[in-house]
């Protein structure tokens, strides 16, 4: 047995660390700002115009030769999450096969340095071409559709602002339902989902990457990365595909306002008599109807996704395979021998029995 610990030697005092005030309270800082819940979204703001006909007292009372009638709508983009894009490569590697491939970012080769945007300000950009190109070419049953008016920062290098447009600049609807149809927030809101999801297709095509294991002459361009299978009898087939972020569409009506004079006034700051003019024009359009088209913008990211699918069949013999289960099995009985090892030297100690858990071995015999 082995002897029992001296009782009389003092035991040793545990290093307790000291703390650090930093010289004081009077040096600590503030607290950090808290982190809020994450809900993305991003606003687009569209105006469409129209003339409310008034009757000649009205005009004699108000003094206006007309009443000019904007209608602001809010366009609102919310993350809803993110989901893969279609397959950009896929390629089969062979049981302990090696290949090196090549990505290619078309977006970065293509453009220069500054005109590289973010994907965020490319789709405010391709929104605005393509509300141009379709604002200019539509006809409206109660009147003509003037051409889009876009934004654009002053020295920004043409980055668009969310302003996608107005509509209707000299437009005067003859009848109350097409004023309805004219100026419905559904209706805006699924024209707007049209423009939105052919920006994104045309931003998708924009920012195309091509995966290859071909090796060209703009290989500094590129990111060279490795695959290798190293599983012994099964193949691994590796599906590349385009990482998107899936936005939720919906739109409500912001301000309805009215010009007089040289500016544009809010509804609810028009006279009485005015109020109840264009109320009756519009019948129920109000501020703060909204309206959800049910449609989902897909944007693409810089990243993309691997996703490797073993293979169900079997490349090897049955002698290899029954070998490499065979091994396998040995190396669990090994493992379990170990448990139960740690187990047996945890009985002794916790049974107060401190002696050497392998025998010494036996002295050499003298000659």
């Not at 040793?12 to 979204?41: A, F, M, N, R, T």
């Not at 609807?173 to 419905?184: E, L, P, Q, V």
């Not at 500094?220 to 691994?236: E, I, K, P, W």
Request: proline share 6%; aromatic share 8%; charged share 25%.
């Amino acid at each position: 047995m082995a002897p029992e610990p001296d009782s009389t030697s003092a035991p040793q005092e545990p290093y307790l660390v000291p703390e650090c005030d930093c010289g004081g309270k009077e040096c600590i800082g503030p607290e950090p700002v808290p982190w809020l819940s994450w809900q993305h979204c991003f606003k687009m703001y569209e105006f469409r115009y129209g003339v409310v006909p008034l009757d000649k007292q009205v005009i004699a009372t108000a003094r206006l030769e007309r009443l000019l009638i904007r209608i602001r709508y809010e366009h609102s983009l919310c993350l809803a999450g993110r989901k893969q894009g279609p397959i950009v490569h896929s390629l089969t590697l062979l049981p302990k096969e090696e290949v090196r491939i090549y990505e290619y970012d078309r977006y970065r080769r293509s453009t220069a340095v500054t005109n590289r945007f973010s994907v965020r300000t490319s789709f405010y950009t391709l929104t605005q071409r393509v509300q141009d190109a379709y604002s200019s070419t539509k006809t409206d049953a109660g009147g003509s559709v003037s051409t889009t008016s876009s934004a654009s920062a002053g020295g920004g290098g043409g980055i668009d602002l969310p302003l996608i447009g107005s509509f209707g600049g000299s437009a005067s609807a003859s009848a109350s339902f097409n004023t309805a149809a004219y100026f419905d927030v559904a209706s805006v809101s699924e024209q707007f989902s049209h423009v939105a999801e052919t920006s994104s297709l045309a931003v998708e095509s924009e920012r195309s990457i091509v995966v290859s294991t071909f090796e060209d002459q703009e290989s500094l361009h590129s990111t060279a990365r490795t695959l290798r299978n190293d599983n012994d009898c099964r193949a691994v087939t590796y599906f590349i595909r385009r990482v998107f972020e899936v936005y939720k569409l919906t739109t409500r009506i912001v301000a309805i306002e009215l010009q007089i004079g040289d500016r544009w006034v809010d509804l609810g700051a028009a006279p009485p008599e005015i109020q109840g003019i264009v109320k009756k024009h519009l019948v129920k359009i109000d501020v703060g109807a909204p309206h959800d088209p049910e449609v989902e913008i897909a944007l693409p990211t810089d990243g993309l996704l691997y996703e490797a699918e073993l293979a169900h069949c079997c490349s090897c013999d049955c002698e290899r395979e029954a070998k490499t289960r065979l091994e396998l099995e040995k190396l669990q009985l090994e493992n379990l021998n170990l448990r139960l090892e740690a187990a047996r030297r945890q009985k002794r100690l916790d049974a107060g029995e401190f002696d050497p858990f392998e025998p010494a071995p036996p002295a050499p015999e003298e000659a």
